[in-house]
């Protein structure tokens, strides 16, 4: 089970923090990682990061997100800063098993961006 909180309404140029808390399976061993979808788009990544660090991001991240996991605490967390109208989204939550099957997902958060 996979549980996102943070999200919410900012103003442009404003930050978030998106965190997500990881249940009932052994986290360490999971990819874990952010999507989002917009209104009307299809779900796309935001960013990933490996049982090892390894970390795969959108091209439009473009260093404004940071994804950071804390396996003792099996949470993964997302900061956003410089968002942008183009940042609302829906955001999920994912985490995918590296050493065999198990994709799962949390039910989403939403991000507005507005002013």
């Known amino acids: 089970q996979l549980v996102e909180s943070g999200g919410g309404l900012v103003q442009p140029g404003g930050s978030l923090r998106l965190s997500c808390v990881a249940s009932?399976?052994?986290?360490?061993?999971?990819?874990m990682g952010w999507y989002r979808q917009a209104s009307g788009k299809e779900r796309e990544l935001v960013a990933t990061?490996?049982?090892?660090?390894?970390?795969n991001s959108g091209d439009f991240v473009k260093g404004r997100f940071t994804i950071s996991r804390d396996n003792a605490k099996a949470t993964v967390s997302l900061e956003m800063n410089s968002l942008q109208t183009e940042d609302k989204a829906v955001y999920y939550c994912?985490?995918?098993?590296?050493?065999?099957?198990?994709?799962?997902w949390g039910q989403g958060t939403q991000v507005t961006v507005t002013s």
């Open positions: 990061i490996t049982s090892g660090g390894r970390i």
């Open positions: 994912n985490a995918d098993c590296e050493v065999g099957t198990g994709n799962y």
């Open positions: 009932g399976s052994i986290f360490s061993v999971y990819t």
